[in-house]
Each structure stands twice: as C-alpha cells, then as structure tokens.
C-alpha cells in the first residue's frame, strides 16, 4: 500500500510539473486588449517640435525624451535604456520608415502623454504613463504602443540597454542583452558585471532583432524588438513595452526566474495599473485650488504647475519627498535634478501650502529632517542612490546655507495654512536647532556665507562673503521663529527673534548703495559687491519685511535691462560680469521671475507683478508641455542646452506669485484670519477660486467687480471662523485672533482705483529678443494717473483704460486714446522712457 502511494505520489508530481500543463497554468503573454484612455479636460495638444523634451515621471519612475518619440526609461533610481526609438517596414512596400522623423504631434495629459507618428501608410501611437500602484522596481514607467495600417507591417523598436545607476553610485559596465522566447513575446535580460545587478525589458506580441554571436568580436549593438502587426488581428491592441530590475544595492534579491515571473505578471494587469493613475489624476483637484478668471491660459498653467510639482515627487529606498527637476540625461546618469533638494523643496513648498496639499507638505519636510545634521544645519541634496555609497563624506549633503533659513521660515508657513500644531510640536526642537545654526555663524550678527553657498555657486570676481540673499532670509527666519515660538509660548526666544529681526533689517540699510540699490553682497574687509541684481528681491517673500527706499531698484527691475519678455535676469545688462548664457550672471530664471513678481504685488507694483507673472505662466508651452523649464538665456527666448526642462521650483513661480500676489491671499488659519487683497487686472471684471486651503476647511472666493468697489464673497461648506482683511498689518504677529461667530458665507467690499491700467500681453515665438514695452511704475494724483513706461524703438504697443466711477471724462496726454485703449509709439534707436498722462 506505501509503494502504491509513493507511485501515486510520483505520478502527480510528473503530471503537476510538466512543461505542457505549465505553459498551461502561466499567465497569457500577449498584447493587450485596448482599452479607453482618460480624456482628462486638462490637456496640452500641439504639433510635436523634434528639439523639444518630454517628460513623464512619477513616484517611481520617469520616460525622459525628445519630441520626436526618443526616449529613455527609468526604474528608478536605475535608467534601464536609453535612445529608443522606433522603424516601420510594410508588406510589398519596400521602404524603412524612420517614425520619429514621423513624430507628427504630442499630447499631454496629467496622466499620460502620447506621442502620434504619422505617415500615409500607417500610424503609430506611443502612449505613456507611471502607475501609481506599481511595486517598486517592476514596471513603474510603461510604454504602449498603438498601431494602424493599410497593410501587415513589422514595427520594430530599436533600444541601447543601460543599466545605470543614478549618479554618482558607481555601475557595473556596459550590460549585455540575451533573449528567451516567452509566450507571444520575449524578454531582453540585461546583465552586468555583478550578477546581483540585472534587469528585463519585454514585450508580448514581438520577436528578437538580431544579436551579435558571442563567438564575433566585442561590440556593443541596440536591441530590437520587432512587432508583427496584421491590421486584421492587431487593430485594436496595446503592444506594452514593460521593464524590471533587480539587486540596486549590488546584493542578492530576486533570481531571473523570480524577476520573470513577475514582470509576465504586470503585463495582465496593465489597464488596471493605468487606471490607478488615471483616477487619482481624474480626481486630483478636488481638493486643490483652482482658478477661474477671463484669462483660461493662466487658469491652465496653474493647474499645469500643481500637476507639474505632483509629478516631482518621488519614493524611494531612502524615503519621500520632491526631487530638484527633470531632463533626458543624454551620456550621463543624471536625470535633470531627479533627486532631492533642500532649498528646491523649501521654495517650492510655499506654493504647496497655498494650493493645499498639506499631507505633501509635511512628507517633503519629514524628508529633509530625517538628514539635519546634529548642529542644526539643513541638507542641500540627496542622491536617489545615496544609500549605495558614503554620502556623508562627499560635498554635496551640505553644500548650501540658505536650506537652513529658508526650514524655519515655511515651517511658519506650513503652520499658518494648515493650523496644523501638532507638527510644530513634533519638530519643534529641529527648528530651534535650525535657528540657533543661524545665529551661531554670522558677520555683525547676520547669517553669512561661511557654511555653504547662499544663492549663488559660483561668482565673478570671487564668491561672496555675505549676500543680501542669505541676510533677507536670515531676518525673515528670524520673524517666523518668533511667530512661532509665540504659538509654543516661549516668551523668551520670541523676545530675543523679535530683537534679532530688528538687528538684521537695520543691518540690511546698509547694503543701499547711494545710487538707491541694494548691493549684492558684503566681503569682509566692508567693501560691496555693487552690481545690481535681482537677489534683493526675495526680502519681500514672506510680507512682513521690507527694503525702504527701494523705488529706484523697483524701477529698474521693471525696465528691460532686467526684465526680459519671458523673465527678469539675475543681472542687469551692462553690469561688469554680465553674461546673459552664464548661469548665475544673466541668465532668466522663472525662480527669479516669481521672486521679483511677489515682491512687486507686495510693493505695490501690479503692473510689473502682473506681467512678470505672465511671463512665467506661458512657459508652461514653451519646451517641455505642462512644465516650466529651469533656466532661459538672457538675450533670446530659448531654454539652455542643459536646462531642466521640468523644474520644481519653476512650477512654484507660477502659483505662489498669483495666489499671494494676484489674489492676494495670506492665511493663518490658527488665529481665524484670511488676508484678501486682490489685484485684478484691468481687463477682468471677475475671478473665482474654489479649495482655498483654511486649516482643515476650503473656502470658494468669488470676486467681482460694481462700479468703483470689488465685492469679494467668501464661502464654505461647513461653519469657518474667519475674519477677512486686506491690510499689510496681516503680517503683524501681534494682531489679535479673529472674535467673529462662525458662519459659512462672508462678504468684503474694496475700494478701486477710479481709473485702471493693463498692458496689452503679447505671445512671443522662440529665438525673439525682447521687443515689448514695460510699465515701469504707476503714480496716482488727485484726478490723475501718470505712467512711466519703457517703451521700445518704432513699435506701437496698447494699454488698456477701465473706468471704475460713471460719469468720468478721461484725457490722455503723451500717447493716443482710442475708446478704451492708449496706443504709445517708440522712439528710433532703442528702449526710451516715455511718460502719460491720463486725467479725469
């Protein structure tokens, strides 16, 4: 009877593990069924440009390519292959059709991007997207392709297998590619020199191209895979390009068995992968603040720059948070600035808050506390594959001063949006170390440059000693530990802050230079840095500090020499080191541009807030569709050659500036305050915002204009306690919390300028230099408003005029009046200063 069943035994096993019934139990390996992609309302659809990037990123992986259909792809933190791209031969037409000299159009959506191929016998859809709930390492960035053709035809994707590591971990040579046949398809192995460290590439529905014999001579040779597409079987199929890795860290973790397994596993499960990210996009803002003005562009562009920092954030091994910026890395292992950043994050992080994604906030801030160091001091940047090497030993962790500055002050921020308490207490020991690593490295009791760079990294003549940059932040630190040790009932450290913040701002007197503007920097022996600069700009970001006697500095800021048609420089033109494709000493930076806008609505300077702020909303079209680029040369509107072409903080340029500035909205939600300040243009007569964050609430605002006032409505689904102003003393720590019953629906009526002005926006082409008139300054009198506008050689530009009181006769002098518009003619020679005159 044992006999019997060790035989039975034996039987079963041969039967369970044969090859036949395995193939039978396997799961199908085939191209995929189509299936319908979102038609998110939110889209950009234009003629694809081949010199352009793209980029899809996400969580855990990221497609980086040019517009043309190029690509390479990421697992991250490891870029499996690179220079993709794609061929077609159709039956009984003897030609090779090279599709990316084919890319016809790009389309980009919040939670795929698609690039269409177009010839007269056949069309190609590339459709792209990460899954949000995919597991770590296994196709966390995917690749559909679509086919149709007038005939069977063999598409063929050519690839160069990289197996990089991001930088600066050390790789393992060049990888080899071997081929196994897997049901309808196959699967590229790609081995390094540590058999540890491998990855797949597969695709159902292809077969092999070649691959050169072991027995030939070394040499490195693209992969193929070629797909056999019959217009009969295949019209309606998804032909999945799915990838995998193993073994990062360089130890064991999955067998090839193991790693094939599951990457035949993902491929069944790719609608539902898509739909994860279709579905947290279809809903993303639910929650988050949108805009609806008469400007639908810039309405898009803010929505684009939330979607935009949402696809910055990253997972990874070593924690979460939002990474620097995003750009093929052509020969390199790095991806733009796919990791993360101190300061990128702590700038970015205001226009977070202000849009609501408070969960965000503290996941991007718990990131960069887990890496303070023990004295205080903050991180500058963190590579994805830190963990892999000694990151502590190599200059990078700490490189910069101004990420410690810049913690204190939006955990004040954080703290005001939110209400949010309980993090201050959590934390509140790492913001007091942060403060106190200020104070302990000073020059005349001001933080300085000798633990890091403040903003610039590197400088002509020498790098600076102190910049008005890092002393700006130092006082407004100072301010925000003291707003907060307030909260936490520390009277002795808001008394000796307050001190501290009165120190620094009469020690920032001292940089006006006696043409009235702000040097750029201090050296130790007390002499200047005295070329004009934007980085003054940033002492008006958190509202409560000022620079007196800046009229002169906001007027230049405002006029060509700074202001570009696509941004402000970080140096005038003409000033000694002047270089408009250097880095630091010219070029434009939407950074800047949202830093200069801000700190005009703050000084009371709508007009060149307004269009500075423009300025940085239209790049979100420029190069990289839905994202704003990092840097711009100065002299022609054109991103350099080495710019991210998704940037963090170039995103955040464009809300914080129009939420703060435009609408200008402040909130401290523990004292039951909302500052209101709008600045509408000219030309609007209303705006509306939904999901204003208030602490745990959401506010909808409605503003219109009647006549010589704008009504503001203020409401909420649920009671709020709220007291609205619109003053500047908002930004006094002192004022008193909000005595107001709760209610749901609350009103503001402000009082209008009788007479407005806006400059016409003009849309400018790629390569152009700037062309177009700036208002430098407005001044109004009794019955009166005099323009000083910079106005450009032979060209005629137009204002618009917007009466507010009825009954008012208006009289313009220095220009022309045509019912509602100015028409003001340039000079011959160049940018000329022009004055009018308009009286009523």
């Known amino acids: 009877m044992r006999d019997f069943r060790l035989t039975m035994r034996n039987l079963l096993c041969v039967f369970l593990f044969s090859p036949l019934l395995m193939a039978e139990t396997q799961p199908p390996f085939a191209p995929v069924a189509d299936f319908p992609l979102d038609g998110n309302p939110l889209v950009i659809r234009q003629p694809a440009q081949t010199n352009r990037p793209f980029s899809v990123t996400g969580q855990r992986g990221a497609i980086l390519g040019q517009q043309d259909g190029s690509f390479e792809l990421w697992l991250l933190p490891v870029k499996i292959l690179h220079n993709a791209r794609l061929t077609a031969r159709l039956q009984n037409y003897d030609a090779i059709i090279d599709l990316n000299a084919h890319a016809s159009q790009i389309e980009v959506r919040p939670d795929h991007t698609t690039i269409t191929y177009s010839h007269a016998a056949i069309t190609v859809k590339q459709h792209m997207f990460i899954p949000r709930s995919a597991q770590p390492g296994v196709a966390t960035a995917v690749v559909l392709f679509e086919i149709h053709a007038v005939r069977p035809a063999t598409v063929t994707l050519q690839f160069e297998p990289s197996m990089e590591r991001q930088w600066p971990a050390p790789n393992f040579g060049r990888p080899n590619g071997s081929w196994t046949s897997v049901g309808d398809g196959g699967i590229y192995t790609l081995s390094t020199d540590n058999p540890n460290f491998f990855g797949m590439v597969a695709m159902p529905g292809s077969t092999r191209g070649l691959i050169r014999p072991y027995q030939e001579r070394p040499q490195t040779l693209p992969l193929e895979f070629e797909i056999h597409y019959d217009p009969a079987r295949d019209d309606r199929k998804f032909f999945p390009l799915l990838a995998a890795v193993t073994g990062v860290s360089g130890k064991p973790e999955l067998n090839s068995s193991q790693l094939e397994s599951q990457l035949m596993g993902v491929a069944q499960q790719i609608p539902a992968l898509y739909r994860s990210t279709a579905d947290f996009f279809d809903h993303f803002f639910d929650t988050r603040l949108t805009a609806q003005t008469p400007d639908r562009k810039l309405d898009d562009a803010l929505r684009w720059a939330e979607i935009s920092i949402e696809q910055a954030r990253v997972s990874s091994v070593i924690g979460s948070g939002l990474a620097g910026g995003w750009y093929t890395s052509g020969d390199s292992a790095r991806p733009g600035f796919g990791w993360f950043f101190g300061r990128d994050t702590l700038w970015s992080l205001y226009a977070v808050n202000s849009y609501g994604d408070f969960k965000l906030s503290r996941e991007a801030m718990d990131f960069l506390l887990a890496h303070q160091r023990a004295d205080g001091k903050m991180m500058h940047e963190v590579s994805q594959t830190a963990d892999l090497l000694d990151w502590a030993s190599l200059p990078y962790l700490y490189a910069a001063a101004d990420s410690t500055p810049l913690f204190v002050m939006q955990m004040a921020d954080y703290v005001n949006a939110s209400g949010d308490v309980r993090y201050l207490r959590e934390h509140w020991d790492n913001i007091k170390r942060a403060y106190a690593f200020t104070r302990a490295h000073t020059t005349n009791g001001v933080y300085d440059n000798s633990q890091g760079s403040g903003w610039v990294e590197e400088w002509l003549p020498k790098m600076p000693q102190q910049e008005i940059y890092l002393a700006a932040l130092d006082e407004q630190s100072s301010e925000a530990i003291a707003h907060l040790a307030k909260i936490m009932k520390d009277d002795e450290l808001v008394s000796s802050a307050t001190q501290q913040a009165k120190l620094i701002r009469d020690y920032l007197a001292t940089y006006r230079n006696s043409d009235s503007f702000y040097n750029f920097s201090r050296s130790k022996d007390g002499s200047f840095d005295t070329q004009h600069t934007i980085f003054p700009s940033v002492a008006w970001w958190s509202g409560a500090l000022t620079l007196p006697q800046s009229d002169a500095m906001f007027d230049a800021w405002a006029m060509h020499r700074f202001s570009t048609d696509w941004g402000t420089r970080s140096m005038a033109v003409g000033e000694a080191t002047y270089d408009p494709i250097s880095y630091h000493h010219g070029s434009v930076w939407p950074l800047y541009t949202g830093w200069a806008s801000l700190a005009e609505y703050r000084a009371d300077r709508p007009q ?123 930004f006094d720590s002192a004022e008193t919390p909000c005595s107001a019953a709760s209610a749901s629906v609350y009103h503001q009526r402000l009082p209008l300028p009788e007479v407005e002005v806006g400059l016409e926006f003009q849309p400018i082409q790629p390569g152009e230099q700037t062309s177009q008139m700036k208002i430098i300054r407005q001044e109004y009198g009794d019955h009166s408003l005099v323009l000083k506008l910079d106005v450009p050689p032979q060209v005629n530009q137009r204002i618009f005029v917007r009466v507010n009181r009825t009954g008012r006769a208006v009289r313009v002098t220095g220009a022309k009046l045509n019912q509602n518009w100015i028409t003001v003619t340039g000079e011959p020679g160049g940018y000329s200063e022009h004055t009018v005159q308009i009286t009523w």
Not at 634 to 657: C, D, I, K, N
Not at 663 to 690: N, Q
Request: aromatic share 8%; with cysteine; charged share 20%.
């Open 608 to 730: 060149a807030g307004f269009a500075h702020l423009k300025q940085n909303a239209q790049l979100t079209w420029l190069q990289d569709p839905g994202a704003v680029t990092e840097v711009l040369s100065g002299e022609f509107y054109q991103p350099l050659g080495r710019s991210s072409s998704h940037q963090l903080w170039s995103s955040a340029m464009v809300l914080t500036p129009a939420i703060r500035g435009l609408f200008g909205l402040e909130v401290d939600a523990l004292t039951g305050r909302l500052r209101v300040d709008p600045k509408l243009p000219a030309e609007w007569s209303e705006a509306s915002l939904k999901n204003v964050p208030f602490g745990d609430a959401r506010l909808n605002l409605q503003m219109r204009r009647d006549g010589a006032n704008l009504d503001v409505e203020v409401t909420s689904s649920k009671p709020v306690k709220l007291c609205l102003q619109n003053s500047k003393r908002f």
